[in-house]
């Protein structure tokens, strides 16, 4: 199974970015799938998650700013940004927690992304 990130680069304050997290393999189901970021010398944080039922959940900090959402349909995930702030700079990490088909049958397991970066800046 892999995860790809796309959508990130340079905004300045105030501005919107999307970004996709497109998941690959041989998946079975995917449950929970969120959005993660670290900045330099932070430790990594969630950010945004969503369940497999479309249950959600934010990190204060981007409460009413973002958006995550995911179509089945395609095993991807987006994450809207909105009203973005210098703060917001980081690597953006898709994760999914995946149900996947294996010689032994089922297993699962979870998986990340590569990473997109997000810049927000004058």
């Known amino acids: 199974v892999r995860l790809v990130e796309s959508g990130g680069g340079l905004v300045q304050p105030g501005g919107s970015l999307k970004l996709s997290c497109a998941a690959s393999g041989s998946i079975f189901r995917i449950n929970s799938m969120g959005w993660y970021r670290q900045a330099p010398g932070k430790q990594r944080e969630l950010v945004a998650a969503?369940?497999?039922?479309?249950?959600?959940d934010y990190a204060d900090s981007v409460k009413g700013r973002f958006t995550i959402s995911r179509d089945n349909t395609k095993n991807t995930a987006f994450l809207q940004m909105n009203s973005l702030k210098p703060e917001d700079t980081a690597v953006y990490y898709c994760?999914?927690?995946?149900?996947?088909?294996?010689?032994?049958?089922?297993?699962?397991?979870?998986?990340w992304g590569q990473g997109t970066q997000v810049t927000v800046s004058p």
């Open positions: 969503i369940t497999s039922g479309s249950s959600t």
């Open positions: 994760n999914a927690d995946v149900t996947y088909t294996s010689a032994s049958g089922l297993d699962r397991h979870d998986y």
